[in-house]
């Protein structure tokens, strides 16, 4: 019979998490990828060059829910780090552990640094955090109770995990792999229900697959372009570094030991399965040059096991487990919660470990910028450029990247510019070119020098968001004619996939 759940305290530690969590939703702005998101859901599809549909779907379904709102947009990313937590809690008490080890497992996931990140932004990450938990809880739950009809559960999460992200496939692989190797579950693999669960994954991934078929296989070009960049040595070890600090220190530990004694603890031999979804996605990811936050949807059950074993230890280690998460965690805290200004956290030490945080800031004011050179252009009468009005002749907004096109149909609006702006950046490549009649001015935000398809580009400015991210380091915002030969010739040439 398992434990009682503790859940006064869980209720009190995840209340605490959400608070936390959705206070820090109204502090700096969009992520780029998020700003990404609202303009794929914007135009819903099957998939898109760089994902499946589901965190788009998201986007589109919270801002019709609340137009314009960071916590609205943000509350699913919240509500999955808060379900992840307890779903840590959950399987600590699966493999028999008491009030101690629910509240550890729960206070080791719910402080760490990639949880606590991946709470305040809407992102395919967060939502494959999500999706790999809870298929680690339902195999520790088909493997204590045998209830195979679980398969049909299982498939079903793993059909969802499928509509986000491609990464499930290897926490499929990883569970059945595991599956074969441990005796004492590989009786299951025989049940008539796990066709059936599997029959569930495949019909949800299906147009996905097609859509992708359809489009000449968008996502293997970005895989591609992925092993590329992060198969290079140092950032093989900065994956390895990864491993380690995503949590915090001693969660760490405690997912090393809960991992240790899930192999050799003879109790445990029915368990064996979740053991093998460590190592299986880490050396699929080392394999494929994978970045480092791809398996982090394992650790959240390794650390419940490590927390039950603590559990079982005398009590000054039970006294001390709980000081050492907080203590090694709070100091990351910055790196995934806003509790610096931007400038102080880029002044900081944690600078280049805040990169995603940076990525939340000044996307406004560059829109500002692009505003005030668009009402700056002269009308087609010749007429003086007015500071309010705006220009009489078409103009197109063209972007580097799609952060910089999300940006500009979010916030251009209110301020006067065209709702649709144009990149050639993955899913914004497809959705192009701009119309043939378009033949105005374009103005660029633009990373480097403008492409030669362009003539009688104006430099009217830098770009500057206060902090040194991407677009105040590289970004201008230039003024040209329209592209040589038409837009039907030029886009070919402006179209990239990049992650």
Same mark, same amino acid.
């Given at each position: 019979?398992?434990?009682?759940?503790?859940?006064?305290?869980?209720?009190?530690?995840?209340?605490?998490?959400?608070?936390?969590?959705?206070?820090?939703?109204?502090?700096?702005?969009?992520?780029?990828?998020?700003?990404?998101?609202?303009?794929?859901?914007?135009?819903?599809?099957?998939?898109?060059?760089?994902?499946?549909?589901?965190?788009?779907?998201?986007?589109?379904?919270?801002?019709?829910?609340?137009?314009?709102?960071?916590?609205?947009?943000?509350?699913?990313?919240?509500?999955?780090?808060?379900?992840?937590?307890?779903?840590?809690?959950?399987?600590?008490?699966?493999?028999?552990?008491?009030?101690?080890?629910?509240?550890?497992?729960?206070?080791?996931?719910?402080?760490?640094?990639?949880?606590?990140?991946?709470?305040?932004?809407?992102?395919?990450?967060?939502?494959?955090?999500?999706?790999?938990?809870?298929?680690?809880?339902?195999?520790?739950?088909?493997?204590?109770?045998?209830?195979?009809?679980?398969?049909?559960?299982?498939?079903?999460?793993?059909?969802?995990?499928?509509?986000?992200?491609?990464?499930?496939?290897?926490?499929?692989?990883?569970?059945?792999?595991?599956?074969?190797?441990?005796?004492?579950?590989?009786?299951?693999?025989?049940?008539?229900?796990?066709?059936?669960?599997?029959?569930?994954?495949?019909?949800?991934?299906?147009?996905?697959?097609?859509?992708?078929?359809?489009?000449?296989?968008?996502?293997?070009?970005?895989?591609?372009?992925?092993?590329?960049?992060?198969?290079?040595?140092?950032?093989?070890?900065?994956?390895?570094?990864?491993?380690?600090?995503?949590?915090?220190?001693?969660?760490?530990?405690?997912?090393?030991?809960?991992?240790?004694?899930?192999?050799?603890?003879?109790?445990?031999?029915?368990?064996?399965?979740?053991?093998?979804?460590?190592?299986?996605?880490?050396?699929?990811?080392?394999?494929?040059?994978?970045?480092?936050?791809?398996?982090?949807?394992?650790?959240?059950?390794?650390?419940?096991?490590?927390?039950?074993?603590?559990? %079982?230890?005398? &009590?000054? /280690?039970?006294?001390?487990?709980? #000081? =050492?998460?907080?203590? @090694?965690?709070? +100091?990351? $805290? !910055? *790196?995934?919660?806003?509790?610096?200004?931007?400038?102080?956290?880029?002044?900081?030490?944690?600078?280049?470990?805040?990169?995603?945080?940076?990525?939340?800031?000044?996307?406004?004011?560059?829109?500002?910028?692009?505003? %005030?050179?668009? &009402?700056? /252009?002269?009308?087609?009468?010749? #007429? =003086?450029?007015?500071? @309010?009005?705006? +220009?009489? $002749? !078409? *103009?197109?907004?063209?972007?580097?990247?799609?952060?910089?096109?999300?940006?500009?149909?979010?916030?251009?609006?209110?301020?006067?510019?065209?709702?649709?702006?144009?990149?050639?950046?993955?899913?914004?490549?497809?959705?192009?070119?701009?119309?043939?009649?378009?033949?105005?001015?374009?103005?660029?935000?633009?990373?480097?020098?403008? +492409?030669?398809?362009?003539?009688?580009?104006?430099?009217?400015?830098?770009?500057?968001?206060?902090?040194?991210?991407?677009?105040?380091?590289?970004?201008?915002?230039?003024?040209?004619?329209?592209?040589?030969?038409?837009?039907?010739?030029?886009?070919?040439?402006?179209?990239?996939?990049?992650?």
């Amino acid at each position: 019979m398992r434990p009682p759940l503790a859940w006064r305290s869980l209720t009190a530690g995840l209340t605490v998490l959400a608070a936390v969590l959705v206070w820090s939703s109204t502090r700096y702005g969009y992520h780029r990828d998020e700003l990404y998101f609202l303009a794929c859901g914007r135009r819903l599809a099957w998939g898109y060059p760089d994902q499946p549909p589901l965190t788009p779907a998201l986007a589109r379904l919270m801002s019709t829910l609340a137009p314009h709102s960071l916590v609205a947009l943000r509350l699913p990313a919240v509500l999955i780090a808060v379900w992840a937590t307890l779903l840590a809690a959950l399987i600590a008490r699966e493999l028999n552990g008491r009030g101690y080890a629910q509240g550890l497992a729960a206070l080791a996931v719910g402080t760490g640094v990639v949880l606590l990140l991946g709470g305040r932004v809407l992102s395919t990450a967060t939502i494959d955090l999500g999706i790999w938990v809870t298929l680690s809880w339902l195999l520790v739950v088909l493997l204590r109770t045998g209830q195979d009809r679980l398969w049909v559960a299982i498939g079903a999460v793993l059909g969802l995990g499928l509509l986000n992200k491609q990464l499930p496939v290897v926490a499929a692989l990883a569970l059945l792999v595991g599956m074969l190797l441990s005796p004492a579950a590989r009786p299951l693999l025989r049940s008539r229900w796990l066709p059936v669960g599997a029959a569930i994954a495949l019909a949800c991934w299906t147009p996905v697959l097609i859509w992708q078929a359809r489009h000449g296989w968008p996502q293997v070009t970005l895989a591609g372009q992925i092993h590329t960049e992060y198969g290079r040595a140092d950032e093989r070890v900065a994956f390895a570094v990864q491993q380690v600090v995503m949590f915090s220190l001693a969660a760490t530990a405690l997912w090393v030991t809960g991992l240790i004694q899930l192999f050799r603890d003879p109790g445990w031999a029915r368990f064996r399965p979740l053991a093998w979804t460590w190592p299986v996605p880490i050396a699929v990811f080392a394999v494929t040059a994978g970045q480092g936050y791809y398996p982090v949807g394992v650790y959240p059950a390794l650390i419940a096991a490590g927390a039950v074993v603590v559990e %079982r230890r005398a &009590r000054v /280690l039970r006294l001390l487990v709980p #000081a =050492a998460v907080l203590l @090694t965690a709070l +100091p990351l $805290t !910055p *790196v995934a919660l806003p509790l610096l200004s931007p400038s102080a956290l880029e002044e900081s030490g944690l600078r280049d470990a805040s990169e995603p945080q940076l990525e939340m800031v000044g996307w406004p004011g560059l829109v500002d910028q692009v505003a %005030r050179v668009y &009402r700056a /252009l002269p009308s087609s009468s010749g #007429a =003086a450029p007015s500071t @309010t009005a705006a +220009p009489s $002749t !078409p *103009v197109v907004l063209l972007t580097t990247n799609y952060g910089e096109a999300g940006a500009l149909e979010e916030y251009g609006p209110a301020r006067g510019l065209p709702a649709v702006a144009y990149s050639g950046h993955n899913g914004f490549g497809l959705w192009g070119p701009p119309p043939a009649a378009a033949t105005g001015p374009v103005i660029l935000v633009w990373e480097g020098p403008p +492409p030669d398809v362009f003539t009688g580009c104006r430099d009217t400015g830098r770009v500057r968001t206060g902090v040194r991210n991407e677009e105040d380091q590289n970004a201008s915002v230039y003024v040209c004619n329209g592209p040589t030969g038409g837009w039907a010739a030029a886009w070919p040439r402006l179209v990239h996939l990049s992650a």
